[in-house]
């Protein structure tokens, strides 16, 4: 399964919303998509798993939804933290894959 | 608290071995699935290999045959031999603590060990 993102990168100001995209090569279950944050020199972090659970501490301006092969993470109210790359990631029962990754940046 | 150290980082000629090694704290690492995960300069995050909390190990196409993964239960550390190095295989490599219930996640993780594969 290729898991496709988009945008590549985002450029928004701190308070706007942002919405990122994950399109699967063929259709998965809900519960096998998560979504990642990543910033350099930092482990990932878990932000939603089974498509739309948030997970531990994350806040609630983190919200995952989709199914099938078109899934979406959305950002309410960037803070200045947000700011970084993201990624989604299916959990197959013999590999996994992410996606290539969403750069938010700064406008 | 779950803590997750990576070692066994540095620099390697192309061809060469080494053996990164992960110590868990915090849980029961005898029931718990692990997985390596890298990024390599410049790239995104690619999932490397998984062990189960059977035994039953899975591998990236990019790395089988040369990498194996393995787990010390006695010492709840988790292994990743790599073999046949390649310069691709320049990366921080991150170890990470699977969960299935309710669903897959994987929430904990190592801040990472960076593989240098040069001449």
């Known amino acids: 399964i290729v898991l496709t993102q988009s945008p590549g990168t985002l450029s928004l100001s701190p308070g706007e919303r942002a919405t990122l995209s994950c399109r699967a090569s063929?259709?998965?279950?809900?519960?096998?998509l998560a979504w990642f944050q990543h910033k350099p020199g930092q482990a990932p972090r878990l932000l939603i798993y089974?498509?739309?659970n948030r997970a531990t501490g994350i806040p609630d301006r983190f919200s995952g939804s989709g199914s099938g092969t078109d899934f979406i993470l959305t950002i309410n109210r960037l803070e200045p933290e947000d700011f970084a790359v993201y990624y989604c990631q299916h959990y197959g029962s013999i590999s996994r894959t992410f996606g290539q990754g969403t750069k938010v940046d700064i406008k | 608290e779950v803590q997750l150290l990576e070692s066994g980082g540095g620099l390697v000629q192309p061809g060469g071995s080494l053996r990164l090694s992960c110590a868990a704290s915090?849980?029961?690492?005898?029931?718990?699935?692990m997985t390596w995960v890298r990024q390599a300069p410049g790239k995104g995050l690619e999932w490397v290999s998984t062990s189960g909390s059977s035994g039953t190990t899975y591998y990236a196409d990019s790395v089988k045959g040369r990498f194996t993964i393995s787990r010390d239960n006695s010492k709840n550390t988790l292994y990743l031999q790599m073999n046949s190095l390649r310069a691709e295989d320049t990366a921080v490599y991150f170890c990470a603590k699977d969960e299935f219930i309710p669903a897959a996640r994987t929430e904990d993780w190592g801040q990472g060990t960076l593989v240098t594969v040069s001449s």
């Open positions: 089974g498509a739309s």
């Open positions: 915090g849980f029961t690492f005898t029931s718990s699935a």
């Open positions: 063929q259709s998965v279950s809900s519960s096998s």
